[in-house]
Each structure stands twice: as structure tokens, then as C-alpha cells.
């Protein structure tokens, strides 16, 4: 029996040295790959570094605007007198004001009325920067945007893709931009807009 345990002791020891070999050659082999490709890996993370440093650099700015509104309940839509003392019946009343009041603000209508007052299918002109570095990033930007025209051109071209107005793309982008919620146990709206201009943005919320 004393021969048996000793056979399997050193059965268990052989295992464990083929083992610890086997891991000893994996990582051998993991460190001569690394080493072999080294330049490989080290132009693929510069590059993509790079590139990740240039999108952000040259990408169009965006600008998030917010502002709340206070929803009060009129004498008109109070709950009667019967149901004053009905904690719920003035809960559903509430909700659904607010409710109103977010799908008015969210309405096709009002957006257009909106672009149309502030004339937003044709927004400002950046001013055009005189530090060399900024300048640099705006003529970029300048040439980005008319490639991005060219392609848009034709794509409309090509039937891929519908051609809009300054007006109707004006509008679509302000209700990708938009976003408006009810802040919780309250009668607060908040409502927040992201635009590509800075200049005069604010007065957008308060149209």
C-alpha cells in the first residue's frame, strides 16, 4: 500500500511539473508574440489614439441649453369640490397637466413655430478665430461640412436618401436635440435642447 501512495505522489508531482511547464511555454510564447509584432501593436494604439484625438478635435460643437417651467393648475382644471379630499383624484389631475404641458412642448407646431420666429434654418456664422491652432480647426470644420454637403448631394442624387429644406432640417434636428421630462414629485418641467451655436442660444428656451 506504502508503494501505491508513493506511485501516486510522484504521478501528482510529474503533474504538477508538466504543469507549471505547460505555463512556463505559454507565457514564453505569449512574450515572443508581443515581441515579434511589438511594432504592429504600438502603431495600432498610436493610430487609433490619433485618430480618437482628431474626431474629437475636429467634431461639430454642441451646446445643451435648460430650462424649467413651473406647471400651475388653473381654477379651470381644479378638481370640484366634491373630491377635494380625494388625495388621488388631485394626483391624476397633476400628471396629467404636466403631461399636457410636456406633449404641447414636444408638438411639430410649436417647434416650427419656434425655428420660424428665430429664423434657426439659417443659423449664425461662427466668427472666424485669429489663434492659428483654432483657426486651423475651423477651416477643418469648414472643409468637413462641405464634403459632408458634396455627399449628401448625392445621395440625394442616387435616390438614397430625401432631400430636405434648410427649414425642414432645421426642425428635424431640433427635435433630435430636444428633450423634455417631468422632474419627480414636483410640478417642475425640465427641459433641455442641444444646439450647434453658442451665440444667443438661450433665447430659444424662452421663445
Known amino acids: 500500500m506504502t508503494e501505491t501512495q508513493d506511485g501516486k505522489t510522484r504521478q501528482d508531482q510529474a503533474a504538477g511539473r508538466k504543469t507549471e511547464s505547460s505555463n512556463i511555454t505559454s507565457m514564453r510564447d505569449l512574450l515572443f508574440i508581443l515581441f515579434r509584432y511589438k511594432w504592429v501593436i504600438v502603431v495600432t494604439m498610436l493610430a487609433t489614439f490619433v485618430s480618437t484625438l482628431g474626431y474629437l478635435w475636429i467634431k461639430d460643437d454642441m451646446y445643451e441649453i435648460s430650462a ?3 406647471v ?4 379651470e382644471n381644479s378638481p370640484p369640490p366634491s373630491v377635494i379630499g380625494s388625495t388621488q383624484s388631485v394626483v391624476n389631475q397633476k400628471l396629467q397637466d404636466i403631461n399636457s404641458e410636456i406633449e404641447i412642448i414636444k ?3 410649436l417647434i416650427e ?3 420660424d420666429t428665430l429664423g434657426l434654418d439659417h443659423p449664425p456664422a461662427p466668427p472666424v478665430p485669429t489663434q492659428f491652432f483654432k ?3 475651423y477651416e ?3 472643409v468637413k461640412k462641405a464634403v459632408s454637403r458634396q455627399l449628401s448631394t448625392l445621395q440625394v442624387w442616387l435616390g438614397l436618401k430625401k432631400e430636405l429644406s434648410p427649414r425642414e432640417a432645421a426642425i428635424i434636428e431640433f427635435i433630435k436635440g430636444l428633450n423634455v ?3 419627480m414629485q414636483s410640478n ?3 427641459i433641455k435642447l442641444k444646439v450647434g451655436f453658442k451665440e444667443d442660444s438661450n433665447v430659444i428656451l424662452n421663445t
Open 188 to 190: 417642475v418641467i425640465e
Open 68 to 70: 424649467k417651467v413651473l
Open 107 to 109: 408638438s411639430r407646431e
Open 72 to 75: 400651475k393648475m388653473g381654477q
Open 181 to 183: 421630462q417631468a422632474l
Open 140 to 142: 477643418i470644420k469648414r
Open 113 to 115: 413655430k419656434v425655428v
Open 135 to 137: 483657426r486651423v480647426k
